[in-house]
């Protein structure tokens, strides 16, 4: 277990005083929906309940879209399979007719299931090619409907469900579609504000560095499918209550549109845009009635207006804090003498070996019979040419490649080539030569990714916000700043990461890996754009770090760095072994000096 000082916990009217900046706008919305049934009629009742049914869905599906990135355009099948679902059960057309209350959860089960079948290609295909696959699934779902006559009606329909009083009125259902709309939001606002939408993000923005802290790509858009398809087939059972006879025709591509759109022009990685898009492109078909049958073109111009004019969406136009303006003379001042508060002091132990290593791309041998060992408490510099092989070794370490050849052992223990989201829990941690990070997220936010793996929380604990999810949060905060400190990044915790300069990105990375406690740190060219004093005081962080028994292989094109801080270095050319020594031994070897260091 990792050892962190955790802050005391907030009391209850300090914690509520916090998250109230963030509250204010939903309880907005929820109020203005709760006051109109008295200043409306009917008409309005169908509007807004029509709006609460596909806030339902999209709710859901903005997971999908908006945190985990993957442009699901065709889930208007996984409403049709709700709504078919509910009537099809509530008519008894296959079994014995069941309550309206009770055929909502076996279509929200349904949904689940084909949520994660809609949401398996995910785990390979991207962008417009997993689109094409969700419209493809609701090109089927509608054919099955055509045809399954005898369950379905075919093209005929069939009636929806009808609920039991007090939900038998327009403004009784409309109540009840409130209700669920804000249970949605609860659900999926936790969601967001947890390690799993952290994580999604992460996936989204930062694949690799997501893999390298440990998280897992499948068992999150899993999870993630399960939540938006049982919401989403909700949603159709609602839906198939409003419309009271449903067809094929009611489940049209426009439908698809509206949410994906609704999703967009609220912004990603927000709850509250998404939610006010969704009811902004619910009443602005009425507003402009006339214009029915241009609804398609008028949401492709409102699309291009929203990527052109605000690519940030409405949640960008409504972010006043990143707004503020930054202190142009920051200046990073690592404090190493912190760790000790939040980093355990290991008493050595295993050490990181590689032996014979052998990697090719094509004809191109990348790393020839490698051996390296990385010992605890030590720091190995790998020094080399450009093209060397010195970031493959990483990447080979870190399970990014699988080599072809040789072994690699922790100690006793093999470590299996590939892999990468595995070596987080195996206690290696690792930064980039670019660095990886999220920058629509805050500062704290992407150094708390990296402490995923340490939450105790299942995912439904954190999307019913029970409380060892909340321990989780307050520990990985508390965590998350105490490591800010260390690097000297500290008063930048809330800014958002895409604000920040080079460097400072640099030390946010350093402050992610940490976040695992590792056994290893690989840091691949750490100090690359840094001045003259920061590279000093990311030489006495890397020392600070190795003082406390972490083994660290460093690559660095930086000699000075390297021969100051390093006890071991190894020097790579054309991906064989040029020498490897001490600092001193290194200097002196003829052949590194023509091939590396020159005259």
């Known amino acids: 277990m990792t050892s962190v000082t955790v802050t005391p916990p907030r009391s209850e009217p300090s914690a509520f005083r916090a998250v109230l900046p963030q509250l204010v706008p939903f309880l907005c919305v929820f109020a203005v929906a709760m006051i109109l049934p008295f200043v409306s009629n009917d008409y309005w009742a169908l509007i807004g309940t029509r709006a609460a049914i596909y806030w339902v869905l999209v709710s859901g599906l903005n997971l999908v ?6 442009l699901a355009i065709g889930y208007v099948a996984l409403l049709t399979l709700g709504a078919y679902t509910t009537s099809v059960l509530v008519a008894g057309n296959v079994m014995p007719a069941v309550p309206v209350f009770a055929a909502l959860p076996i279509a929200a089960v349904v949904g689940a299931v084909f949520g994660v079948v809609v949401g398996l290609p995910a785990l390979r295909l991207r962008t417009f090619y997993f689109a094409m696959s969700t419209l493809g699934f609701a090109t089927i779902v509608t054919q099955i409907a055509l045809a399954w006559q005898s369950v379905t009606g075919g093209g005929i329909g069939i009636a929806g469900p009808e609920f039991p009083a007090p939900f038998n009125t327009a403004w009784g259902y409309y109540y009840l579609c409130i209700g669920l709309a804000a249970v949605s939001t609860w659900i999926s606002a936790n969601i967001a504000h947890s390690r799993f939408g952290r994580a999604l993000v992460a996936l989204r923005d930062a694949e690799v560095a997501a893999e390298a802290t440990g998280i897992s790509k499948p068992r999150m858009l899993i999870a993630i499918f399960l939540l938006a398809g049982a919401l989403a087939a909700i949603a159709g059972g609602l839906f198939a209550s409003l419309q009271t ?4 025709d009611a489940f049209t591509f426009d439908l698809s549109v509206l949410f994906f759109i609704a999703i ?4 990603r990685g927000s709850i509250l845009g998404p939610l006010l898009g969704t009811i902004i492109l619910t009443i602005l078909p009425e507003l402009a009635a006339p214009l029915a049958a241009w609804s398609t073109f008028l949401y492709a111009v409102l699309l291009l207006v929203i990527v052109l ?7 960008a136009l409504l972010d006043f804090r990143n707004r503020r303006p930054l202190p142009s003379n920051r200046a990073i001042l690592p404090r190493p003498a912190a760790l000790g508060d939040i980093v355990r002091k290991r008493a050595g132990g295993k050490t990181l070996s590689l032996r014979g290593i052998a990697l090719s791309f094509g004809n191109v041998r990348a790393i020839d019979g490698l051996d390296l060992d990385v010992a605890p408490g030590r720091i190995h510099g790998l020094i080399g040419p450009n093209g060397s092989g010195k970031t493959t070794t990483l990447n080979v370490i870190s399970g990014y490649y699988a080599a072809k050849g040789g072994t690699m052992t922790l100690g006793d ?6 892999m990468p989201a595995l070596r987080a829990a195996r206690g290696i941690a690792r930064t980039f030569q670019t660095p990886r990070v999220i920058g629509e997220a805050s500062v704290l936010q992407n150094v708390m990714i990296g402490g995923t793996i340490e939450g105790e929380a299942s995912f439904v604990e954190a999307l019913l916000s029970l409380p060892r999810h909340h321990r989780d949060e307050r520990m990985l905060a508390a965590k998350a700043r105490g490591l800010l400190g260390v690097v000297g990044l500290e008063t930048l915790a809330d800014v958002r990461a ?3 300069q080079h460097s400072e990105l640099r030390f946010i990375e350093i402050a992610r890996a940490l976040m695992l406690d590792p056994d290893f740190l690989l840091l691949d060219e750490p100090a690359a754009g840094l001045s003259a004093d920061e590279i000093d005081r990311l030489a006495a962080l890397i020392k600070a770090i190795c003082a406390r028994g972490t083994g660290v292989l460093l690559v660095e094109h930086h000699a000075d760095l390297i021969f100051a801080i390093c006890d071991q270095i190894t020097v790579l050319n054309l991906g064989r072994i040029l020498a490897a020594g001490t600092a001193a031994e290194i200097r002196s070897h003829k052949e590194v000096v023509s091939a590396y260091l020159g005259a």
């Open 245 to 248: 006879y449903i067809t094929p």
């Open 309 to 315: 004019v605000i690519p940030g969406g409405i949640a």
């Open 264 to 267: 967009l022009i609220g912004g």
């Open 65 to 70: 879209v908006g945190f985990a990135g993957h």
């Open 413 to 418: 223990d093999a470590l299996p080539p590939g």
């Open 498 to 500: 895409d604000r920040l």
